[in-house]
Every structure is written in C-alpha cells, then in structure tokens.
C-alpha cells in the first residue's frame, strides 16, 4: 500500500473531470491538481512550447512525492508524453491509451469520430492506437480549438447560445459521416457532453477520456500495489498558475462542493525547464 498523492494535471479546469472520475472510484487518495490557467490553452502552441510546459508541470507535481502523476490533458498525452516518460521515474498515465481501448470496445461499425484541439489532431496519436486495438477502423477527426476557451469561461451550459452554435457547426461534418461513437479527446470536453449528445443523437456513444482515464489509471494502481489504506476520505489541493477566483467558482458548480479556500496560486515558471 502507498499513501503518496496522485498529482493531475492540464492546462485548465477540463483536468477536473479526471479529478472527479478518480475521486469517486478511489475516495481514499490524496489528489493533488494543477490547472496552468495562466497558460491556457495549450492545444493551438507548438510541439516545443508544449513539452516545456510539460516539463514544469510535472516537475512542480514531483515537489510532492507523488505516486503517480496523471497527464489529464489530451494534447500533452498525444504531444508529449513519451518524452517525459523518458525523464521522470514516476509512473505518469495519459488519456490515449484508454480512451482508445474504450472506442475500440464500443464502436459496432468501426466508424469513430474524434475532437480535439489543435495538437492533439495533428498527433495522429488517437488514429494510430485505435489502429492497434481495432485494425481498419476509420477515424473522422476534427479539431476543435474553440472548445476549451468555452469551458474556461463557463460557457458550456446547455441552452448557452454561443455553445450550442459552436458546438453544432464543429460536430455536422462528423456527424454527416454516420459515426456510431465519438471520442472527446479533450479532457474540457466533457463538461460539453450534454450538447454535444444532442447534436450526435442517442445512436452515437460519447467516450469521455477524463473518466477512462481514471478508471485506467485505479486499475493500474491496484495491479501495481500502490493503491492507498487509509481510512476516509483523502485530502483534495489545487493549484493554477493564474488568479484562483474563477477556477475556484468554475471548479466548485463543476464538483459540487466549495473549493475555494483549497486554491493556491503559484509560479509554473520557478518549476522545470
């Protein structure tokens, strides 16, 4: 048994729906997040501006001695992830691998949609893990890079009119393709999953990549020993780079309980490389 935390991170507050998957099935576990939102977002940035965010993101994470580190954020798992896992010891978990296997498991026709910002798209990383998992499926992929800056401001309401335009106009050309399930390939994405439901219709399955994750990483944990014994429920910390007011609002409607005296700003510049 190990009862380090489990540091998470992404470039904002779509970090929190792998904080709250994990929450619910591993109560037990100190969770320590960082929300670079004084940096967000980081899927329109180049290959070499996102592994150095990386690189500080992980590194101010490490300052806790974490078990584990999950890579909450879509485009640094298809960006950058194989690079940090060549430099840190710590086991560190992304979102590909098991959105890719839930995609495979569900899609009944091999048609699988795909949004994700800008970065994550040109990885081609979702693409080729399906491909392993489910050879000869066809992937629609579309990038979507107005999606996060939604969420980052609370506009991902159902009912929102700005939301739902964007929404509609991003999903049409997928939809159009008959997909019968679609990856949200962002972990802000799922905040949006009630329009974006609607406009894909009940036949299309959503795979929400911040909820597989979790589930991936408690079964790695669990199969590895390093799964907590502590009695209760373990101590939640956030930490973004920018002002915590509204994280701390956004962060609180979105999990349900008052976070805000659990917000501390902080230097991401003084961490890394």
Same mark, same amino acid.
């Given at each position: 048994?190990? &009862?380090r935390?489990?540091?998470?991170?992404?470039?904002?507050?779509?970090?929190?729906?792998?904080?709250?998957?994990?929450?619910?099935?591993?109560?037990?576990?100190?969770?320590?997040?960082?929300?670079?939102?004084?940096?967000v977002? /980081?899927?329109?940035?180049?290959?070499?501006?996102?592994?150095?965010?990386?690189?500080?993101?992980?590194?101010?994470?490490?300052?806790?001695?974490?078990?584990?580190?999950?890579?909450?954020?879509?485009?640094?798992? %298809?960006?950058?992830?194989?690079? !940090?896992?060549?430099? =840190?010891?710590?086991? !560190?978990?992304?979102?590909?691998?098991?959105?890719?296997?839930?995609?495979?498991? !569900?899609?009944?026709? +091999?048609?699988?949609?795909?949004?994700?910002? #800008?970065? %994550?798209?040109?990885?081609?990383?979702?693409?080729?893990?399906?491909?392993?998992?489910?050879p000869?499926? #066809?992937?629609?992929?579309?990038?979507?890079?107005?999606?996060?800056?939604?969420?980052? &401001?609370?506009?991902?309401?159902?009912?929102?009119?700005?939301?739902?335009?964007?929404v509609?106009?991003?999903?049409a050309?997928?939809?159009?393709?008959?997909?019968?399930? $679609?990856?949200?390939?962002?972990?802000? /994405?799922?905040?949006?999953?009630?329009l974006?439901?609607?406009?894909?219709?009940?036949?299309?399955?959503?795979?929400?990549?911040?909820?597989?994750?979790? #589930? =991936?990483?408690?079964?790695? $944990?669990?199969?590895?020993?390093?799964?907590?014994?502590?009695? +209760?429920?373990?101590r939640?910390?956030?930490?973004?780079?920018?002002?915590?007011?509204?994280?701390?609002?956004?962060?609180?409607?979105?999990? *349900?309980?008052?976070? *805000?005296? #659990?917000?501390?700003?902080?230097?991401?510049?003084?961490?890394?490389?």
């Amino acid at each position: 048994m190990d &009862n380090r935390p489990i540091g998470v991170f992404d470039s904002g507050l779509g970090g929190l729906t792998a904080v709250r998957a994990l929450a619910r099935l591993m109560p037990e576990e100190e969770l320590v997040y960082f929300g670079d939102t004084g940096r967000v977002p /980081y899927g329109g940035r180049s290959r070499e501006t996102i592994i150095r965010y990386a690189r500080q993101d992980v590194a101010f994470l490490s300052s806790f001695q974490p078990k584990a580190i999950v890579v909450a954020c879509g485009t640094v798992s %298809t960006t950058a992830l194989e690079v !940090l896992r060549g430099e =840190w010891a710590v086991p !560190l978990f992304g979102v590909v691998e098991p959105a890719a296997r839930a995609a495979a498991r !569900l899609t009944r026709s +091999g048609k699988v949609g795909l949004i994700g910002t #800008q970065a %994550t798209i040109r990885s081609g990383a979702y693409e080729r893990a399906l491909a392993v998992l489910r050879p000869g499926a #066809q992937v629609v992929a579309r990038a979507c890079p107005l999606l996060v800056p939604l969420v980052e &401001n609370g506009r991902y309401r159902p009912g929102d009119p700005v939301a739902e335009a964007v929404v509609a106009e991003y999903l049409a050309p997928i939809r159009e393709q008959e997909v019968d399930t $679609l990856m949200l390939g962002c972990t802000h /994405y799922p905040l949006l999953k009630p329009l974006i439901a609607r406009h894909m219709g009940p036949q299309v399955t959503l795979v929400d990549v911040g909820e597989q994750c979790a #589930q =991936w990483v408690a079964g790695q $944990l669990t199969g590895r020993g390093l799964r907590s014994d502590r009695e +209760g429920v373990g101590r939640h910390r956030y930490f973004v780079s920018d002002d915590t007011g509204d994280f701390a609002a956004l962060a609180s409607a979105f999990l *349900g309980e008052d976070v *805000g005296a #659990q917000v501390e700003e902080i230097d991401i510049t003084a961490y890394g490389s």
